[in-house]
């Protein structure tokens, strides 16, 4: 079936730092992948996704390329800030819009 | 903007109590999840919703249901709640299209006692 690994957290970071959480799935076909963040206290909001390979999803300065190749959709951003800290999901997609989840993986940065 | 609410922010319930967790969305969309956030698990799939009075089996439906009765309102039953029941649950909707995202409520905390 279809299954989704990230990088096992936490990760901590301080600001500016660079950042990469890395992703890994398994399905057939091809699944649309979506990475989506959660706040404290709050519910998952999309960050960003990727429908097709080689596509890049990017918002808020985060990035994220769909590489069929190595089926890996890893998060990245340059400059992490404080307001970043958060849990980090990656997630597919296929048929009916059901989604599979990677673990999550807990992000803090330090002033 | 898409608003997905759920009713209550934290619960707390006795074992063997029959609880309900309500959601409801103002999309119009076709599809609604109930899914069980866990630390290290990720989120799991409990049962969703593809139309009113639909419903089918997600990964961990055991000691779950659901029902649909309306377009906007899915709502999540524990029949005879248990401890190992405590968790978050998250509501979700969706239009039923694959690339496009789920919309997700803020969580009801659950506490089983």
């Known amino acids: 079936g279809n299954s989704v690994t990230q990088m096992e957290g936490p990760v901590t970071l301080s600001e500016e730092a660079f950042l990469t959480i890395n992703c890994t799935y398994t399905?057939?076909?091809?699944?649309?992948l979506f990475w989506y963040v959660q706040y404290p206290g709050e519910g998952l909001q999309l960050l960003l996704k990727?429908?097709?390979?080689?596509d890049k999803g990017s918002n808020k300065g985060f990035e994220a390329t769909y590489r069929k190749e190595t089926t890996s959709f890893h998060l990245e951003k340059g400059s992490v800030q404080v307001s970043d800290s958060a849990v980090y999901f990656c997630?597919?997609?296929?048929?009916?819009?059901?989604?599979?989840f990677g673990q999550g993986t807990r992000l803090t940065i330090n002033p | 903007d898409v608003k997905v609410t759920q009713s209550s922010r934290y619960l707390v319930k006795r074992t063997g109590e029959k609880v309900f967790l309500e959601c409801v969305q103002d999309?119009?969309?076709?599809?609604m999840f109930w899914y069980r956030q866990d630390p290290g698990l990720g989120l799991r799939l409990i049962y969703f919703?593809?139309?009113?009075?639909?419903?089918e089996k997600g990964d961990i439906p055991e000691g779950y249901s659901v029902s649909r009765e309306k377009k906007e309102r899915f709502s999540l039953i524990l029949e005879s709640a248990s401890t190992n029941q405590t968790s978050m649950y998250l509501c979700?909707?969706?239009?039923?299209?694959?690339?496009?995202?789920?919309?997700f409520g803020d969580g009801t905390r659950l506490s089983i006692l």
């Open positions: 979700a909707s969706g239009t039923g299209v694959s690339n496009q995202p789920q919309h």
């Open positions: 399905a057939t076909g091809y699944p649309s």
């Open positions: 990727a429908t097709k390979a080689d």
């Open positions: 997630a597919l997609a296929q048929g009916a819009q059901k989604l599979v």
């Open positions: 999309m119009d969309h076709e599809n």
């Open positions: 919703s593809y139309d009113v009075k639909m419903k």
